[in-house]
């Protein structure tokens, strides 16, 4: 496949193949989240955003994976080092009772491994002060690790959330959620937490907020925290979790008074704030960390997705000195995916992937913008985390369906929304060629609606 000049082809999707196998997956798997029949083959050409399918029929990645393959497929700049890898087993250690190495030295080795990728999360962190790192499997490990590390520095048993967040499924991080109420429903749920409105206007400001965050002066968190007629005793809150920019919860970017409201309210009552960066960091804003973007300056981080494994990265103060408060079997010792990690964030740096996002997100969201079509309400994107909003649910999933028909892979979010999120290092002829398919969807779904279509 030569990157340069592929472009989607479809016949039938999902074709035969694709169907056998999928129905023969569903014969065991248990019910979930799967959008649609899609069935990438691992054995086929694949480079980029383009991806080949059992059928054979081409398709223009713009999921990454959700966020978890940020470099696409097949990224040379990866797949050259794991070429001189001779794959081992097991790839797994009991990553909390043992260390993994390779020839060299630990600050140089001929493979990183998760030794290195701490390194690397420590000097990606180092502007905030974090000099620590605990690996997991997971993002919902790395949540619960983070609600878990600031229970124990803090010695509170209460937590602040927002409305339209996601951490996870596990139970602990499920009872942070405020996305969608299937995700919650009948589970047991930690006690004690506490929610607070998202912005839900980018441009917004404390005189023009209608979300009810701001509000006569002050905000909801602000009097949430009030010494004298707040509800919620500072001496009882372990932290407050947020994340830069909602994913599942509609890819909503918050406005700039809100997030220094929040670093504000942080700061002055000492409440540890943590970042949920699982999708949002690693490059795909355009920052290395959604917060970046910011005012303000989380004490924990958590990260997974894009690195492959799960890591809360925190400092000293803030991790338990018992040894035995957090610990994994596999926590710090996967090694092929430690390596992907450190690799990835290597690859990001050497190519400037940060500013290739902001650019081609600009151009995206541009496009997008300027075509407009038939029920989109809205565009916006910060980098390469762009959604595109319409006026139904029932339009946003007739638009994937038309998507997925011309070639384009897409994802919902939110109620409404479609998500966007191309490999960092898309080109612009990638983004054009995207642009074009999904604004064509848009018009399939426009014409099939008022009975002109094909």
Known sequence: MDRDTAE?????????????????????????????????DVTADAEGPFCTDVDGNVLLDFTSHVAAAPLGYNNPLLMERFEEFDLVD????????????????????????????????????????????????SGAEAVENAIKICYDASGGSRGVVFEGGFHGRTLGALSLNRSKSVQRKGYPELSGIADVPFCRDRHCSPESCDCGFFRDGSSALR?????????????????????????????????????????????????????????????????????????????????????????????????????????????????????????????????????????????????????????????????????????????REAVIEAALRRGLLTLGCGHRSIRLLPPLDVTEREIELGAELLCAAIDDVASESTGTGR
């Not at 390194?119 to 502007?127: A, G, M, P, V, W």
């Open 223 to 395: 009097e949430k925290l009030d010494p004298e007629t707040g509800h919620l005793p500072l001496e009882d809150l372990a932290y407050v979790i947020v994340e830069p920019v909602q994913g599942e919860g509609g890819y909503r970017i918050p406005s700039e008074p809100f997030m220094e409201e929040l670093a504000a309210v942080s700061s002055e009552h000492g409440v540890l704030l943590i970042a949920d960066e699982i999708q949002t960091g690693l490059g795909r804003t355009g920052e290395m960390w959604g917060s970046d973007h910011f005012a303000i300056e989380p004490d924990v981080i958590t990260c997974a997705k894009g690195l492959r494994v799960g890591a809360t990265v925190s400092n000293d103060a803030v991790f338990p000195e018992e040894n035995a408060r957090i610990s994994s079997t596999w926590g710090a010792g996967d090694v092929v995916a430690s390596m992907q990690g450190a690799l990835t964030i290597d690859a990001i740096r050497e190519a400037d992937l940060l500013e290739n996002a902001r650019v081609r997100g600009r151009e995206l969201v541009e496009r997008l913008s300027d075509a407009g079509g038939e029920g989109v309400v809205d565009v916006r994107g910060l980098g390469l985390m762009i959604a595109v909003e319409f006026d139904s649910k029932d339009r």
């Open 8 to 40: 989607p082809v479809v016949e039938t999707m999902p074709g035969e193949r694709a169907r056998r196998w999928a129905a023969h997956h569903r014969r065991t798997a248990a019910n979930s989240t799967y959008v649609y029949d899609f069935v990438w």
């Open 90 to 137: 097991p790839t797994k250690i009991a990553g909390q009772d043992f260390y993994v190495g390779s020839p060299g030295t630990p600050a140089d080795p001929e493979f990183p491994g998760p030794t290195q990728l701490m390194d690397r999360l420590r000097e990606l962190t180092s502007h905030l002060g974090m000099d620590r790192v605990f690996l997991s499997n």
